[in-house]
């Protein structure tokens, strides 16, 4: 837990389009600041011009208004640019998220008098390549997952841990996790819950057939190569993107990230645990609030 914080100076606040309510609610948020005196803005995910001025250190925090999905997209722009991120949530499960969509005025004029803590958390740095050709990077907040396409046939994808054979795994995906990501998709295909200050990096197979059916936990700072062995469609993904086609013989590299991601807490450090088993009885189609 980090002690107490210095107040924003300049704020952005970043809304899902497609999510009810969620640009009034940024403009009531950003009218909040103005009347405080506090530089805001107000803009949609992947805004070109909102992500240049974070870039360009115009804000020293942002807030993203919306759900999960819109955590990890602001996470993505935030990370790189030193920006904390408080989520408050207005979409369907709010895992990551602090505030409710309707306490946001409870709980923000405690950030304007430093009553809040930034919990730090570790991305993930994918790099992909074809042969000796670099083909691009990404930061990863939550997982990478390697799977097959639409031909619905296992892929085999050798996986090598800090330069040594681990196995090759036969199945319909590879999920490489953060300890964020635990609680995501690596959760579904039936991976442990890590605690989110862990750095290590969690790998876990879907539908594996003959081969390591185990989740694996690597130690901190392992560095992980998946080469794709396969004669039909396989894609892998980050943080449920659209997905990017790989060939056989391609390679993706993944380690702990350049830059950790910094969430605003209110709660105390506790908060995990205490939250855990509503989270996971909650039914995300009926219920709107992360807590």
Not at 86 to 99: A, C, K, P, S, Y
């Amino acid at each position: 837990m980090s002690p107490a914080q210095s107040p924003p100076g300049s704020v952005v606040i970043i809304a899902h389009p497609k999510i009810a309510d969620s640009i009034e609610t940024a403009k009531q948020i950003a009218a909040f600041f103005e009347e405080r005196s506090i530089h805001s803005a107000v803009g949609f995910l992947y805004n070109a011009d909102l992500r240049q001025r974070a870039s360009n250190d115009e804000f020293d925090l942002m807030i993203a208004v919306g759900g999960d999905g819109t955590m990890l997209r602001a996470g993505h722009m935030a990370a790189s640019n030193h920006l904390p991120v408080l989520g408050i949530n207005q979409g369907h499960f709010g895992f990551l998220m602090e505030v409710r969509g309707n306490q946001w005025q409870e709980f923000l004029p405690r950030l304007l008098q430093g009553d809040y803590w930034l919990e730090k958390r570790m991305m993930l740095k994918v790099d992909y390549w074809r042969q000796e050709q670099h083909m691009g990077s990404w930061d990863v907040l939550n997982e990478l997952a390697v799977s097959r396409g639409q031909t619905v046939r296992p892929i085999r994808l050798a996986t090598h841990v800090d330069g040594r054979y681990l196995t090759t795994y036969v199945a319909d995906a590879l999920i490489v996790s953060t300890a964020t990501g635990s609680t995501a998709y690596a959760l579904a295909a039936g991976g442990p819950i890590l605690p989110p200050e862990l750095r290590n990096i969690l790998l876990v197979p879907v539908a594996p057939h003959l081969s390591v059916d185990r989740a694996i936990v690597l130690a901190e700072g392992s560095d992980v190569s998946i080469y794709v062995q396969t004669d039909h469609e396989a894609v892998f993904s980050v943080d449920g993107q659209d997905s990017v086609e790989l060939l056989h013989d391609d390679r993706v590299d993944v380690r702990a990230g350049d830059h950790p991601i910094h969430f605003v807490r209110f709660q105390d450090p506790g908060y995990f645990y205490r939250n855990l088993t509503p989270h996971m009885s909650k039914n995300p189609i009926t219920n709107n609030n992360s807590r």
